[in-house]
């Protein structure tokens, strides 16, 4: 079974996914949704006609000094949606601080063009999300 690892932000969800042992991970795509949760739901399910998928991985957005930041709300609102729609998989929290900044030092790294940056950024914050999780179930 699968981990799907979402980034889910206003206009664009970043997603990865494990492999079938759950070892590694590999980004999917980018969603530009702007807003569209609908959008995101369908493509979920897609995904999970293709994958066999038995958990959901959703970064939460905590602020640095470790409170809840303004988005958590509406990230909380998507996981209702979520739940209601896919009542038959798992969702795991994971505190994803951090996450977009490692994803823009790991494209700096690797010299994306700036151009292309925006397209996965989000791709790149749900893997480490997912690779979060992986390495916490190991421990």
């Keep these: 079974m699968r981990k799907l690892g979402i980034d889910y932000g206003d206009s664009r969800v970043g997603?990865?996914?494990?492999?079938?042992?759950?070892?590694?991970?590999?980004?999917?795509?980018?969603?530009?949704?702007?807003?569209?949760?609908?959008?995101?739901?369908?493509?979920?399910?897609?995904?999970?006609?293709?994958?066999?998928?038995?958990?959901?991985?959703?970064?939460?957005?905590?602020?640095?000094?470790?409170t809840k930041a303004e988005r958590v709300e509406i990230t909380e609102k998507f996981i209702h949606k979520l739940k209601c729609r896919f009542n038959n998989v798992k969702i795991e929290k994971i505190d994803e601080r951090l996450t977009t900044v490692a994803a823009h030092k790991t494209m700096n790294f690797l010299n994306v063009n700036k151009r292309k940056k925006k397209n996965i950024v989000d791709t790149i914050s749900a893997e480490y999300i997912l690779e979060t999780y992986i390495n916490k179930s190991i421990t």
């Excluded at 079938?20 to 999970?48: F, P, Y």
């Design 15 to 66: 997603l990865a996914i494990t492999d079938s042992l759950n070892i590694t991970v590999q980004g999917l795509e980018t969603i530009h949704h702007n807003g569209n949760d609908k959008m995101v739901l369908n493509r979920i399910d897609e995904l999970l006609k293709i994958y066999d998928i038995d958990t959901f991985v959703i970064g939460i957005p905590i602020n640095m000094n470790g």
